[in-house]
């Protein structure tokens, strides 16, 4: 299809070329990418920080399970540990409970126990005094 006859005065004109046209196209694709570039950064950080934020939510949500089950097994702990179920336990083990005559009281750091049997330790701090 041949719009222009070629008869025509005018069909051998030429563009002249805009030197400033190249530089205008140069600026423009520069910024474009630099724009895209920022997008592509900014929807980055983005994901980045929902990606944080539900690490953050589960990390919480496992903090909050591990502190309720450490309250539970102290409270274990605390019922497993108290006198009634502690002579319990050494009942089941053929322990006796302590009687008044096996008690020797010492009144002076230097003295002896009366009993022949006693067994005395000495430290530098305290004396300890065993029967057996």
């Given at each position: 299809m041949n719009r222009l006859p070629p008869i025509?005065?005018?069909s051998t004109v030429t563009r002249?070329?805009?030197?400033?046209?190249?530089?205008?196209?140069?600026?423009?694709?520069t910024s474009g990418i630099f724009?895209?570039?920022?997008?592509?950064?900014a929807a980055q950080q983005h994901f980045a920080a929902v990606r944080f934020g539900y690490q953050s939510e589960e990390l919480r949500r496992e903090h909050t399970r591990?502190?309720?089950d450490q309250?539970?097994?102290?409270?274990?702990?605390?019922q497993a540990s108290t006198p009634?179920?502690?002579?319990?336990?050494?009942?089941?083990?053929g322990l006796q409970p302590?009687?008044?005559?096996?008690?020797?009281v010492m009144k002076r750091k230097g003295d002896r126990p009366e009993h022949p049997n006693a067994i005395?330790?000495?430290?530098?701090?305290?004396?300890?005094?065993?029967?057996?």
């Open positions: 025509q005065r005018n002249e070329h805009d030197p400033r046209a190249l530089a205008r196209l140069i600026v423009l694709l724009l895209a570039g920022g997008f592509v950064y591990l502190v309720e309250r539970r097994l102290m409270l274990i702990r605390e009634e179920r502690l002579q319990a336990a050494a009942r089941e083990l302590l009687q008044a005559a096996q008690i020797e005395v330790e000495s430290s530098s701090s305290k004396t300890n005094v065993k029967r057996y």
